[in-house]
């Protein structure tokens, strides 16, 4: 079977992208402002909640994944986009949390949490383009949206039951818990989510007609 080198080139540059922006989010939002890693040598009085960086990293992560299916509109993409979360981020969620986490099944669960966010894409914007009368550029800030949906939920799910000290989402009523600052960051992720897939549409349709001329 020949390789495509299309699908390598364009899997390779947006996986990478798709990962720096969660390194970078996970690392300022989650690092720098996490309780959690105080022991790092973060200073008082800087103290936060883990995971704060799902509510953060809506646009960009839409922007890129449906960059990429535009690019390569075959589907499977997102899925494949995923892959390097899973892999690389094993290793990486073994090593910082297997102490805190129930067992093996925790980390794996977190890695597999990427693929199944990716392979939401691949569904909904399929079904959205296919079955809908909707402009491209509503499907792909739908897709996203979607696709943010699902990731979030999936957090809840590993925040909820992957830990030894039981639940970490806290409560609606606990402004200092992950469900404590829903109430403005979880709009703020569907928003962002929505606009950065739409974006991919309109930069796609545009760099490809520049190209044209």
């Known amino acids: 079977m020949k390789l495509d080198i299309k699908f390598v080139k364009i899997w390779s540059f947006y996986s990478f992208l798709l990962m720096i922006n969660l390194t970078l989010n996970i690392f300022f939002w989650d690092f720098y402002s996490g309780s959690d890693t105080q022991g790092f ?18 646009f960009f992560n839409s922007l890129i994944v449906m960059l990429a299916k535009f690019i390569y509109p075959k589907f499977g993409m997102g899925f494949f986009i995923w892959i390097p979360y899973a892999v690389i981020g094993f290793f ?3 090593y910082f949390e297997m102490d805190v986490l129930i067992n093996i099944w925790g980390v794996i669960g977190y890695c597999s949490f990427g693929l199944v966010t990716g392979i939401s894409a691949d569904i909904s914007f399929y079904l959205l383009k296919n079955k809908t009368k909707l402009e491209q550029g509503i499907v792909s800030g739908i897709t996203g949206v ?7 939920l999936l957090i809840l799910i590993a925040l909820t039951f992957f830990y030894k000290t039981g639940s970490g989402t ?7 818990s992950f469900l ?4 403005f960051a979880f709009p703020w992720m569907i928003i962002n989510s929505f606009f950065g897939g739409f974006s991919a549409y309109y930069l796609h349709v545009y760099f490809t007609n520049s190209h044209k001329k």
């Open 92 to 94: 990486v969620e073994a």
């Open 146 to 152: 979607i696709m943010s949906i699902v990731y979030y």
């Open 41 to 58: 040598g973060v200073i008082d009085p800087y103290f936060g909640m883990g995971m704060f960086y799902v509510y953060m990293i809506g």
């Open 180 to 183: 404590g600052v829903a109430y």
């Open 170 to 176: 806290g409560s609606f009523l606990n402004p200092g």
